[in-house]
């Protein structure tokens, strides 16, 4: 105990400077500690700059604070030199087995502050203070100290990696730029991470959002697990006063149907247990690869990130799939409708006949989903016949081809006033509302954004609660300059792949999919969504040009 005294007390009186304690102790007014003359000669560095910091917490300060002598921690920085404790660094400053040591330090080594990806070392923090005041060594990238910086460099060319091959899909230095991967697709280290960022942020809404999913399911299965036991009591209660009036004669079906209520209760109720810890279970993945990927975006080494994102980034997909939907039954009613039954027709002939009770057995509908189509053919089965709606047409929209082209106009069109029409945007929806499995496809020219949307989004204005994509009642893919974005809830998500003039989308309503395509040739998949829709959908477009709801029957 004494030992962890001493230890304390070297921590709280030790400047961090000079590693000593403390002499002619100044306090700044961040709250940290100096000696006068370590502080003075630390500002004295930048006086150039007229900006002074904390050599501990980087706090500025302006104009040059003046300094005062802190009469009690001098006082306590004497007292703790009397009692023979010399200056010496507390042993938790030194580094230990798991630590990162400082490379500069000699003899027994100090714990690593940062690490530099430029010098690539680490130093403590009495050897970092060049990184903040030299010019040169201020613009280097210091991270969090790392034992794998020897990863950042090239074993062909002995070269710091700041490249990033996207071909090889492998970190790279300059030199290896100008040879064997001469004419690849490169970009620099830290635009790929930033790339990739994007995409291990899509990969976490998702689980957020199967985790939500999951979680809505295991509440409905508690839910009708407590309908099933409530259910399953009355039909005992009330089958035992019915039996109570046959006497004895009726004593053996009454515990007959008992036991059999019971058995049907258990296997139901158990089977929903089942289904619920499975729940849990995929949840509990799900927050455990949550905080994997988090832990990973939180990385500040870029060809770390790199060197670890290919294993975790990838989403497993579920080894079983279901959406629970409960149909309104009567569980167990039928049970005293049927006993009932009996006490009123049977009474004469009771001794000669046995009754089984045939009980409706209750179950959860668990929607085991049918396998995504995957050719175009497949996708074909599942095509709608969907036109273009003239009430929300805006004004300088020329619909034709039987509602399935529309055209962008400089003159307004003859349509009547109408509460469906979109007043600020160039915009329409389809006639019919959408659910189920639905593909269509969109030939487009110029500007068109190709959308789906709630019915009761909002059409007058032209603010974006009424413009495809900019709201959460619509999502949108559009074609601009040199690639495709894909807007929700006035989020631009990039989007890579073949230029097509022809886009097909497919939905999944009940299974909350929503899915882009490329259609030239081959049939190549642009975005995909995964969510929960809580409305029908209607298909939309937003035209600059011109735009074409496909025949595909």
């Keep these: 105990m004494a030992q962890k005294g001493v230890q304390l007390e070297q921590e709280a009186f030790s400047c961090s400077i000079c590693l000593d304690l403390l002499k002619d102790p100044v306090t700044v007014s961040c709250g940290h500690s100096f000696c006068m003359e370590c502080l003075q000669s630390h500002w004295d560095k930048e006086d150039e700059k007229k900006l002074y910091s904390c050599p501990q917490c980087r706090q500025t300060f302006t104009p040059r604070p003046v300094l005062q002598k802190n009469t009690m921690l001098a006082v306590l920085a004497e007292e703790l030199k009397k009692s023979g404790l010399q200056a010496a660094p507390a042993d938790h400053c030194y580094a230990g087995a798991e630590d990162v040591a400082c490379d500069i330090c000699t003899g027994r080594k100090l714990r690593a502050q940062k690490s530099c990806l430029q010098c690539l070392a680490s130093y403590c923090q009495n050897h970092l203070q060049p990184h903040f005041q030299a010019a040169p060594l201020k613009k280097h990238k210091l991270v969090e100290p790392s034992k794998k910086l020897q990863e950042n460099v090239c074993s ?73 036991n409530r259910s399953a009591d009355k039909a005992v209660e009330d089958s035992q006063e019915i039996f109570a009036q046959l006497i004895r004669l009726m004593e053996k079906q009454c515990s007959d149907v008992t036991q059999q209520v019971r058995s049907q209760q258990e296997s139901q109720v158990s089977r929903f247990k089942e289904l619920e810890e499975k729940l849990r279970q995929e949840i509990a993945e799900l927050k455990r690869k949550d905080g994997e990927l988090q832990t990973l975006s939180q990385t500040q080494d870029h060809n770390q990130f790199l060197h670890d994102y290919p294993s975790l980034s990838a989403l497993k997909r579920p080894t079983r799939s279901f959406r629970i939907h409960i149909r309104p039954l009567r569980y167990f009613e039928d049970v005293t409708a049927a006993v009932s039954a009996v006490r009123d027709k049977l009474q004469d002939v009771l001794r000669k006949t046995w009754i089984n009770f045939s009980l409706t057995r209750t179950e959860v509908d668990v929607l085991l989903p049918q396998p995504e189509p995957k050719t175009r053919e497949e996708f074909i089965r599942y095509s709608c016949d969907i036109t273009l709606d003239p009430n929300t047409a ?23 006033r109408h509460p469906d029409r979109f007043t600020g945007w160039s915009q329409v929806l389809s006639r019919k509302s959408l659910t189920g499995r639905c593909y269509w496809e969109v030939e487009w020219r110029g500007d068109v954004y190709v959308a789906v949307a709630y019915k009761n989004i909002s059409r007058t204005g032209d603010g974006n609660d009424c413009r495809f994509g900019y709201n959460d009642k619509s999502w949108a893919l559009d074609w601009y300059d040199s ?63 011109t735009a074409k709801i496909c025949k595909l029957k």
């Design 156 to 228: 062909r060319h002995d070269e710091v990696m700041k490249m990033f091959c996207r071909t090889d899909q492998q970190s790279i230095c300059s030199r290896c730029l100008l040879g064997k991967h001469k004419g690849h697709d490169t970009v620099s280290a830290a635009a790929e991470k930033a790339k990739r960022q994007r995409e291990l942020e899509v990969s976490r809404q998702n689980i957020q959002q199967r985790i939500q999913n999951r979680e809505k399911d295991v509440k409905l299965l508690q839910q009708e697990a407590e309908a099933i």
């Design 483 to 545: 690639g495709y974005n894909f807007w929700y809830n006035n989020v631009q998500n990039p989007v890579s792949g073949p230029r097509s003039s022809r886009v097909g989308v497919y939905l999944d309503h009940r299974a909350g999919i929503l899915s882009f395509y490329s259609i030239s040739e081959t049939m190549t998949l642009l975005h995909r969504v995964h969510t929960t829709f809580t409305q029908p959908l209607h298909a939309g477009l937003w035209i600059w040009d």
């Design 394 to 416: 805006f004004k300088h929209l020329l619909l034709s081809d039987g509602n399935r082209e529309a055209k962008r106009m400089r003159q307004e069109q003859s349509y009547p």
